[in-house]
């Protein structure tokens, strides 16, 4: 590929401050671009281990509840690799026992829930759920959901309740 640049006469000074002024601002756009895909690749290594090495589940589905990603949390509660849930619906995957299903995942907005589930050892466990909706400003079309592990929670508020229960016999 060829430039061609005219000018008149007195003018290849002009013309050639122009293509200095040229370069360095292309120079400056590909510093600029090469920085924001760095801070991108930064963050992306922030966000992977954070839901790599948290206590948190994290679990991606797409809008019709089909599961897009897993972290190792949720792998290791299902008793599955994640090419054995890639696709799957979630639903089928991580059945509720008891609380919400995975229907009220749905039309786009933000909600928690919790539900009753069993793990890969065949113990229960609870699990509260905030899902939200990452297709909002131009974001993947996909729900983010977080699961937090809060069986001993149920197990304290199961022995508050129980205490009360034998405070109000005694009382009687």
Known sequence: ?????????FGAS?????????????????EQAEAARRRARINEAL????????????????????IAF?????????????????????AEILPPAEGASWDVIGGGGDLSFEQRLT??????VWIWWRAAWLG??????????????VTLLKKMQAEVERAH???RSALV
């Open 165 to 167: 229960a034998q405070a």
């Open 119 to 124: 793990d890969a050892a065949g113990e229960s």
């Open 1 to 9: 590929a060829f430039s061609v640049a005219t000018a008149r006469a």
């Open 136 to 149: 909002a400003d131009g974001g993947p079309f996909e729900y983010q959901a977080v699961g937090r592990d």
């Open 70 to 90: 897993a972290n190792s949390r949720l792998l290791a509660l299902s008793g599955r690799d994640l090419p054995a849930l890639i696709g799957r619906d979630a």
């Open 14 to 30: 002009d013309t050639e401050r122009m293509l200095v002024r040229e370069r360095r601002e292309r120079r400056l756009a590909d």
């Open 47 to 66: 966000y992977r281990d954070i839901v790599e090495s948290g206590a948190d589940l994290v679990l991606r589905l797409t809008p019709d509840r089909r």
